[in-house]
């Protein structure tokens, strides 16, 4: 990718030299942590992690967005680590219906923000209990082999966050590229967050 972040191409790797730069940020940003790997990653050292979460609780005029295929270690995680500062969300990635197991999981984590990323969407997920649940975001995936995904997918998922009180917030339809395909869904753009404001800036 012609970035030296990437020498090791996709092997797990930790970057300690970027780990304090939220501190750096004095404007609130929403940051997707670790966004092209997992901090809950199996090979994740416990006492990198928890660097990770110091980081984030010193700079907490930012709301950080951290998403896990691995929710189990996750709930393992804090219930050792305790209650997350608000401005930390947690949430897990629910591909297919098969996946579903993954909801009750977080459910079960001690934060206020949890979310559902239903992306890439590569099958129906079928009726879900949102319960306690603050945001759900679905799209399509994108890149040369990409699968498509249908219209009654996304829906049943609108639909269900709709009656349950659950934000949505539809990313893509996906394509050879993500903005191939665009973003609107029933002709209008879903970009609805959890209704919670970002921290003020420490002084």
Same mark, same amino acid.
């Given at each position: 990718?012609?970035?030296?972040? *990437?020498?090791?191409?996709?092997?797990?790797?930790?970057?300690?030299?970027?780990?304090?730069?939220?501190?750096?940020?004095?404007?609130?940003?929403?940051?997707?942590?670790?966004?092209?790997?997992?901090?809950?990653?199996?090979?994740?050292?416990?006492?990198?992690?928890?660097? @990770?979460?110091?980081?984030?609780?010193?700079?907490?005029?930012? !709301? *950080?967005?951290?998403?896990?295929?691995?929710?189990?270690?996750?709930?393992?995680?804090?219930?050792? *680590?305790?209650?997350?500062?608000?401005?930390?969300?947690?949430?897990?990635? !629910?591909?297919?219906?098969?996946?579903?197991?993954?909801?009750?999981?977080?459910?079960?984590?001690? @934060?206020?923000?949890?979310?559902?990323?239903?992306?890439?969407?590569?099958?129906?997920?079928?009726?879900?209990?949102?319960?306690?649940?603050?945001?759900?975001?679905?799209?399509?995936?994108?890149?040369?082999?990409?699968?498509?995904?249908?219209?009654?997918?996304?829906?049943?998922?609108?639909?269900? @966050?709709?009656?349950?009180? !659950?934000?949505?917030?539809?990313?893509?339809?996906?394509?050879?590229?993500?903005?191939?395909?665009?973003?609107?869904?029933?002709?209008?753009?879903?970009?609805?967050?959890?209704?919670?404001?970002?921290?003020?800036?420490?002084?």
């Amino acid at each position: 990718m012609g970035n030296p972040k *990437y020498k090791n191409g996709f092997r797990f790797t930790t970057h300690p030299d970027a780990l304090n730069l939220p501190l750096t940020w004095r404007s609130p940003r929403k940051i997707f942590v670790n966004s092209m790997s997992d901090l809950f990653h199996e090979h994740m050292p416990e006492s990198f992690l928890r660097r @990770c979460f110091a980081v984030m609780e010193e700079a907490d005029w930012h !709301v *950080y967005q951290v998403l896990t295929k691995r929710p189990e270690r996750m709930l393992s995680f804090t219930q050792e *680590y305790g209650h997350v500062q608000d401005h930390i969300w947690l949430g897990t990635s !629910v591909e297919m219906g098969m996946f579903k197991r993954r909801i009750e999981t977080l459910k079960q984590v001690d @934060c206020r923000v949890k979310f559902i990323s239903f992306e890439p969407l590569i099958g129906p997920i079928g009726d879900v209990d949102l319960t306690g649940i603050s945001w759900a975001i679905a799209g399509g995936e994108s890149g040369p082999l990409h699968r498509p995904v249908l219209k009654e997918w996304v829906r049943e998922i609108r639909d269900q @966050c709709r009656r349950q009180g !659950v934000s949505f917030f539809f990313k893509q339809w996906g394509g050879i590229t993500p903005k191939s395909g665009g973003r609107r869904l029933d002709g209008r753009e879903w970009n609805e967050y959890p209704s919670i404001e970002l921290p003020l800036v420490s002084s």
